[in-house]
């Protein structure tokens, strides 16, 4: 995210749909610099993306032609975990799709002046969040982790394992992590804190992420994380 420049891509197949949305953003953005680019496709929007990856938030709809917002979203986070995303829909039929790309929220069509400005400001609370990192010193080593690659935290005996796009052990409390850690992550018993952006979906005794790796869920907490999840759709 350039601190200056805020840089949204609005994708959908209705002209008119486009328009309002695009009217919306302009209006919420008149205090900040802001580049606006839309797209009448999934596929116009990812040739584009091709060549410039950097857009920092993205207004999709779901239901496009050959290739809906859904799949193109996937096809996104392969390589870009920082972009925000949101779903513009006339169904509500789609939220449990935003457990395998992260959504950030899903709108309902017609959009609502108010709901689209309150998500475009929690859009710039997390790509602000997202700068933070954290520094983790080893005897062997000294690594520089962003808090947004971050998956979950597993501790053992006197040690935390920071389990990101590498995995960095420490002799640190879980509690002094959780103190540290943002609204994206939840406490889960006693031995673990898992980002609630990486989860793919629920159990009643597990916790899957979106790169496999699987977390037992204490017993009586499932009503708890599902409720956490929901608050930040």
């Given at each position: 995210m350039n601190?200056?420049?805020?840089?949204i891509g609005?994708?959908?197949?209705?002209?008119?749909?486009t328009d309002?949305?695009a009217?919306?953003?302009?209006?919420?953005?008149?205090?900040q610099?802001?580049?606006i680019?839309?797209?009448?496709?999934?596929e116009?929007f990812?040739f584009d993306?091709?060549d410039?990856?950097?857009?920092?938030i993205?207004?999709?709809?779901i239901?496009?032609?050959d290739?809906?917002g859904?799949?193109m979203?996937k096809?996104i986070?392969?390589?870009?975990e920082a972009v925000q995303i949101?779903?513009?829909?006339?169904?509500?039929d789609?939220?449990?799709?935003?457990?395998?790309?992260q959504?950030?929220?899903?709108l309902?069509?017609?959009?609502?002046?108010?709901?689209?400005?309150?998500?475009?400001?929690?859009a710039?609370?997390?790509?602000?969040?997202n700068?933070?990192?954290?520094?983790?010193?080893?005897?062997e080593?000294?690594?520089?982790?962003?808090?947004?690659?971050?998956?979950f935290?597993?501790?053992r005996s006197?040690?935390?394992?920071?389990?990101g796009k590498?995995?960095?052990?420490i002799?640190?409390t879980?509690?002094?992590f959780e103190?540290?850690l943002d609204?994206r992550?939840?406490?889960?018993?006693r031995?673990?804190i898992?980002n609630?952006?990486?989860?793919?979906k629920?159990?009643?005794?597990?916790?899957?992420l979106l790169?496999?790796?699987?977390?037992?869920?204490?017993?009586?907490?499932?009503?708890a994380l599902?409720?956490a999840?929901i608050?930040?759709m």
């Open positions: 601190s200056d420049l805020i840089k609005i994708c959908d197949d209705s002209k008119t749909d309002y949305i009217s919306l953003v302009k209006k919420w953005a008149q205090y610099e802001t580049e680019e839309t797209f009448a496709s999934a116009a990812l993306y091709e410039k990856k950097d857009y920092d993205l207004l999709l709809d239901e496009m032609g290739m809906d859904v799949t979203a096809k986070r392969q390589n870009n949101v779903f513009i829909t006339g169904y509500s789609y939220i449990a799709d935003g457990y395998d790309v959504a950030l929220h899903y309902i069509k017609p959009v609502k002046e108010s709901q689209l400005f309150s998500v475009l400001d929690r710039i609370m997390n790509l602000k969040k700068e933070k990192e954290f520094l983790l010193k080893t005897p080593e000294t690594v520089v982790m962003p808090i947004r690659e971050i998956r935290l597993e501790v006197n040690y935390v394992t920071v389990h590498t995995d960095v052990t002799k640190r879980l509690g002094e103190k540290e609204d992550f939840y406490r889960l018993g031995s673990y898992i609630l952006s990486h989860i793919r629920i159990t009643k005794t597990d916790v899957y790169d496999g790796s699987v977390i037992p869920l204490p017993r009586g907490q499932y009503d599902n409720q999840i608050a930040r």
